[in-house]
């Protein structure tokens, strides 16, 4: 209920600066451009919803979406139709029913909604703290003196003591999960 509220909201302010922007001169070949990444980066979200299992090749909703991206970066047009064209579709198959129909389109969560999905929340927390960071910036410098340590004082007589292997595979064990840590919070 609060996020249709608030898409109601966002659409009523994309109306105001549409009632605006009526009134300005366009420059046409500006905005095709413009369109034309726009579009590359909402088709690149559509795939990624795909590679994340939200949304299903071959479904109606994945091919009304692409379609409306191929429709929309027509050379013959300057406008963005692609939303229009989505919305026209979806009163066609289940007919006008105001925030039902966003209801439908909210299927597809925002990028911060997929980090939290993916990894959850506490552990995006986590891996964005000042104290991770600064905390895995203290064991690059640790493992920088440890080095200069290994070059100055490991000799033939002490390079076997287990005392460098077992400074060694903690080094290698902390940075290899800061590594898994940073990688699962990643959104590929």
Known sequence: SQHVQSSMQDMQEADELMAVLETKIVNVNMAKVVNRTFLSLVSKGYWKGID?????VGSPEANLL???????QSPLRADL???????REMEKKIGYQGPKVLKWWKLFPTHDEIYHLKCGRAHHEVVHSSVFNVTMSVFILLSTIYLVCDMIYRTEENRNHVGWWVVDVGFQAIFTLEFLMKVTDMSW
């Not at 994340?52 to 299903?56: A, F, V």
């Not at 139709?81 to 919305?87: A, H, K, S, T």
């Open 81 to 87: 139709v692609d939303y229009e064209i989505v919305c």
């Open 52 to 56: 994340w299992g939200l949304l299903r």
């Open 66 to 72: 692409f379609a409306s991206i191929q429709i929309s």
